[in-house]
């Protein structure tokens, strides 16, 4: 467990700091990361403030934590619930709903990742097609009222209703 997550703090702050060479990087996270170009913007209300933050990035990253192998990061369904482009680790679940460069952009290494943000931050229309993508399987797929048919449809509930 601790040596997987240091190995994952060592991975994103290798990735901020590759992106900080080319591009506005913005960390929404407490303290100051004294990463260079990377701008600290401290902690922001996940409910009320992070979905803005969401939708005005052109890109927002997840770095799932590497002892976690399994299901579909919330922040993948929070971000693309935004209408706003993700940008993730592999995770072998996110196939069972997204396509990489279709709804998602999935890297499986850091130079990957660069490659993915220079790409895309120059092809705005794609970009703004895999948002549109992404945000569609979400509120098809992810809305509550979907979720909790499965809740209790697994638990054997949805039968007695």
């Known amino acids: ?8 703090n060592k991975e994103r702050v290798l990735l901020l700091t590759l992106l900080a060479k080319y591009f506005r990087v913005k960390l929404f996270a407490p303290g100051n990361s004294k990463l260079p170009n990377v701008t600290t913007c401290g902690v922001v209300d996940y409910v009320e403030e992070m979905p803005i933050v969401f939708k005005c990035s052109k890109i927002n990253l997840n770095i799932t934590l590497r002892n976690i192998r399994n299901g579909i990061p919330q922040r993948i369904i929070d971000i693309l619930g935004c209408r706003a482009l993700a940008l993730t680790n592999y995770q072998k679940d996110l196939e069972k709903y997204f396509e990489d460069g279709k709804d998602i952009l999935i890297y499986h290494s850091i130079e990957e ?18 948002r ?5 399987i979400v509120k098809d ?10 809740i209790w449809e697994l638990s054997g509930v949805k039968d007695r209703m």
């Not at 467990?1 to 994952?8: D, E, M, R, S």
């Not at 490659?115 to 895999?130: F, M, N, S, T, V």
């Not at 549109?132 to 569609?136: D, P, V």
């Open 1 to 8: 467990g601790f040596l997987l997550k240091a190995v994952t």
């Open 113 to 130: 990742a660069l490659d993915k943000c220079k790409y895309y931050l120059k092809h705005e229309k794609e970009a703004e097609r895999i």
């Open 132 to 136: 549109q993508s992404g945000y569609k």
């Open 141 to 150: 797929q992810f809305s509550y009222e979907r979720q909790l048919n499965k």
